[in-house]
């Protein structure tokens, strides 16, 4: 288990200028295939939180939580999601994707996860500056608090390369494992608080059990550098199960990993 985690620990820091280059070439590609390019990066994830504000705030008549205009307390976790999410499902499908490159050379295929991951970067940045936009406007400026989204990134960034070590491989297996991990998100961003408050559920068994979720931590986090500011040691029980959870998928996907790392070419 630990042979395999050095492995692909190893392989991803020899191989971090290629990692670079790659998610550089993708995050262009993308951007050619459109007249207006970089303006999309900005504009659907714009569109999709107006959406929300609209349904969830307007129609349901959300007029705030805590004190906080609802579009800016939804905007603090939204902003999150909308990186992890998509780190997971594209990176699911990251060696799949790759599988043109995979059978012609020797690749190091351990990588892909993380390329993923660094050209969502770029689309989370840009969302980052809606936000702050939004959030200027509505009285809330950045403080010292704010470097807390260093620690809070780096977590997403761990848990999105993680996960995706491992259904990436299972997707390999088994291409059923990218509609299953879509599904799957698509509940989860119902049943993750980020539309709505987690006191609404008061503080029995249910509520600890959604605070087990390893995106609430980092929802939560990202909430309390912008609004609460009361530090790592208020979410002990998230955190616990944060990190137990990160550190058995990133030892099992790369157990994964390294076991098949020679076999992806029969699974094509």
């Known amino acids: 288990m630990f042979t395999s985690a050095k492995y692909v620990l190893s392989?991803?820091?020899?191989n971090f200028h290629r990692i670079m280059s790659?998610?550089?070439y993708e995050l262009l590609a993308d951007m050619r295939e459109s007249k207006l390019g970089v303006f999309w990066n900005f504009a659907n994830p714009a569109i999709q939180v107006l959406t929300y504000w609209f349904v969830f705030g307007y129609v349901f008549n959300r007029k705030d939580v805590d004190g906080i205009p609802y579009i800016v307390w939804m905007l603090g976790g939204m902003v999150v999601w909308f990186?992890?999410?998509?780190?997971?499902?594209?990176?699911?499908n990251s060696v799949y994707k790759k599988v043109n490159v995979?059978?012609?050379?020797k690749f190091p295929v351990s990588i892909l996860p993380m390329t993923v991951v660094l050209e969502k970067l770029f689309d989370h940045f840009c969302l980052f500056i809606v936000?702050?936009?939004?959030?200027?406007n509505q009285g809330?400026?950045?403080?010292?608090y704010w470097l807390g989204l260093i620690y809070y990134l780096f977590c997403a960034i761990i848990f999105s390369v993680s996960l995706s070590l491992t259904t990436s491989v299972l997707?390999?297996?088994?291409?059923?494992?990218r509609k299953f991990i879509l599904a799957c998100m698509r509940l989860l961003l119902y049943l993750t608080p980020i539309l709505w408050d987690i006191e609404r559920l008061g503080h029995g068994r249910l509520s600890?059990?959604?605070?087990?979720?390893p995106i609430y931590y980092l929802v939560q986090g990202y909430r309390d550098c912008f609004f609460y500011h009361q530090g790592f040691a208020a979410y002990s029980w998230s955190m616990m199960w944060f990190w137990g959870i990160t550190l058995v998928l990133f030892f099992f996907g790369s157990y994964m990993m390294y076991k098949f790392k020679t076999r992806f070419i029969d699974m094509i």
């Open 131 to 136: 936000m702050l936009i939004i959030f200027v």
């Open 140 to 144: 809330y400026l950045p403080d010292v």
């Open 102 to 105: 995979i059978t012609k050379m």
């Open 83 to 92: 990186f992890v999410s998509p780190c997971i499902t594209d990176g699911c």
């Open 11 to 14: 392989e991803n820091y020899q």
């Open 22 to 24: 790659i998610s550089k």
């Open 208 to 213: 600890k059990i959604v605070m087990c979720n």
């Open 171 to 177: 997707n390999m297996l088994a291409r059923d494992t």
